[in-house]
């Protein structure tokens, strides 16, 4: 069983262009192709990934607790993001920078699941 798989463009495109359902974002300055009207691209991506990971997270219990013994089926997710690496190899600050863009592209989903928060 694995989910989640295009869940960040899901939430990328219905959030922050409007182009899928619900089709929702908010103008901004860094993004500004905005097709759909009065949503809050700044929260209702990370609100709506709250729901699917709690949705997961049923989803795993159920699975657990009625099939998996009998099936012998394994659970996971599957998460699809974007790499980052250091723009200037020699530049501790760009390795920072990367670091950081790697914890936010992965950790929004990962972080609950791993360390349950």
């Not at 500004?32 to 809050?40: E, F, I, K, L, M």
């Not at 609100?47 to 699917?52: D, K, Q, S």
């Not at 974007?82 to 950790?107: C, I, Q, T």
Request: with cysteine; aromatic share 12%.
């Amino acid at each position: 069983m694995a989910d989640g798989k295009r869940a960040q463009p899901l939430l990328h495109e219905a959030y922050n262009y409007g182009e899928w359902p619900p089709g929702r974002c908010s103008e901004t300055e860094w993004m500004g192709n905005c097709t759909g009207a009065g949503g809050d691209s700044s929260t209702e991506p990370y609100v709506a990934a709250h729901h699917l990971l709690l949705s997961h997270a049923a989803a795993v219990k159920l699975y657990r607790e009625s099939y998996q013994e009998r099936q012998k089926g394994k659970v996971g997710i599957t998460i699809i993001g974007r790499w980052f690496e250091p723009k200037y190899k020699n530049s501790p600050s760009s390795h920072v920078a990367a670091s950081r863009a790697l914890d936010f592209m992965f950790g929004w989903f990962l972080g609950p699941i791993t360390y349950g928060a």
